[in-house]
């Protein structure tokens, strides 16, 4: 089975920062893409910013700039990065990951648990 943990999730000003990290363990063979979504209230869950294997990232245009994703491909982990927060920022961050079968002709989706952030005005 295979886990993904989030941490890094809090209550900062507008115009801070916060870095949070998810961490996948368990029967992992290889990790193709990683990725942050989120969800506000009464809103439907949103991409954020993935990253493959290869490095190669993608961005939501309402966090161009200001977010940075990246990963530590030896410790099955994913970092976000996040500077000049704003209100609208506000929501549950959650983690996923695509991990190949052990014969790496499929591919399966996981997902965290979610961490909440919160920026205030």
């Known amino acids: 089975q295979v886990q993904l943990v989030e941490s890094g999730g809090g209550l900062v000003q507008a115009g801070g920062s916060l870095r949070l990290s998810c961490a996948a363990s368990?029967?992992?063979?290889?990790?193709?893409?990683m990725g942050w979504y989120r969800q506000a209230p009464g809103r439907q869950r949103e991409l954020v910013a993935t990253?493959?294997?290869?490095?190669?990232?993608n961005y939501a245009d309402s966090v161009k700039g200001r977010f940075t994703i990246s990963r530590d491909n030896a410790k099955n982990t994913v970092y976000l990065q996040m500077n000049s927060l704003k209100p609208e920022d506000t929501a549950v961050y959650s983690c996923?990951?695509?991990?190949?079968?052990?014969?790496?002709?499929?591919?399966?989706?996981?997902w965290g648990q979610g961490t909440q952030v919160t920026v205030s005005a």
């Open positions: 996923n990951a695509k991990i190949y079968s052990p014969t790496y002709v499929r591919e399966y989706t996981y």
């Open positions: 368990g029967s992992i063979f290889g990790i193709n893409a």
């Open positions: 990253i493959t294997n290869g490095g190669i990232t």
